[in-house]
């Protein structure tokens, strides 16, 4: 196994691509610190992870907030003595929530500070809390879970209002990702990040109903075809025909690129941004 004998924290894994992430991990022999904003969805992943033969202990709470940071890396020192990689996958845009009504710029400024707080200053906080025990052991992994949206020529989708918001943190969490590698290689961390593809998760699923059901161009189509540009979906405007592989993307292709990263295969590789996205982007 080539993670046997290592500890890996994962955020927001209760279900989709972080749990996927989580279980890989657990296969490789990665004992494991999970988080989940759902106790319930905690609870059940730690026990999936306990069968697999590995060690998992779970924090449920919002990890955009400080104190759950905190008390995440502290159980898991607490419980393992070390942390050897850590999997930033919380992110995501935010509807906004306008309190006053007033203020023409509520609006924008909810969806703004949302989006940034889950999709860069959460990881970014992560890695401040991380980054002290990994220089004191002298090694480590982190892997951020950047975005397509983040990288440069992917259309704007403007049936989402979130958009601007959302690509403009992925893109910040990419380049965040490029100087931490610069200023942690000398203590040995490696920090890469990942662009996953098109992937129909739940989350994506539930915005994906939501969509077509409230858009009068869209009302009647099916949810998982808007969403992967097939058919008539409309999701990008150009979905899986328009990727080299011609083939669905899946959690398990991200979660086994995770695996590669966190590995010793991937040692002498920081600061690099992996597109899993079977040929969608071309930069």
């Not at 889950?118 to 401040?128: F, I, Q, V």
């Not at 129909?200 to 189509?221: C, L």
């Not at 991937?266 to 982007?281: E, F, S």
Request: hydrophobic share 40%.
């Amino acid at each position: 196994m080539k993670l046997e004998n290592k500890v890996s924290l994962v955020s927001a894994c209760g279900r989709g691509i972080g749990k996927e992430v989580a279980l890989t991990l657990a296969r490789e022999g990665s004992d494991l610190i999970i988080n989940s904003f759902s106790e319930t969805n905690t609870e059940s992943l730690v026990n999936e992870l306990n069968k697999l033969g590995i060690k998992a202990i779970g924090v449920s709470g919002d990890i955009t907030k400080s104190s759950v940071i905190v008390e995440t890396v502290k159980q898991g020192i607490d419980t393992f003595g070390k942390i050897d990689i850590l999997v930033n996958n919380v992110g995501g845009g935010a509807a906004a929530e306008i309190k006053d009504k007033d203020n023409p710029l509520a609006e924008a400024e909810s969806i703004w500070d949302g989006t940034y707080e889950m999709s860069l200053k959460a990881p970014a906080l992560m890695c401040e809390a991380v980054t002290p025990h990994l220089i004191e052991q002298g090694s480590g992994k982190i892997i951020n879970m950047s975005s397509l949206s983040g990288r440069p020529g992917m259309p704007h989708v403007d049936l989402v209002p979130i958009s601007a918001s959302y690509h403009s943190a992925k893109a910040g969490l990419i380049r965040y990702t490029q100087v931490l590698a610069d200023q942690l290689g000398r203590h040995n961390i490696n920090v890469n990040a990942i662009c996953p593809g098109i992937i129909y998760t739940d989350g994506w699923r539930e915005i994906s109903e939501a969509m077509v059901e409230s858009h009068p161009k869209f009302k009647g189509e099916d949810p998982r075809e808007w969403f992967l540009g097939v058919g008539e979906g409309r999701y990008l405007g150009e979905g899986i025909p328009h990727t080299a592989m011609r083939r669905e993307q899946t959690t398990a292709d991200v979660a086994e690129a995770v695996v590669f990263l966190a590995s010793d295969a991937a040692a002498n590789i920081t600061g690099q941004t992996l597109n899993v996205d079977g040929g969608m982007a071309k930069d």
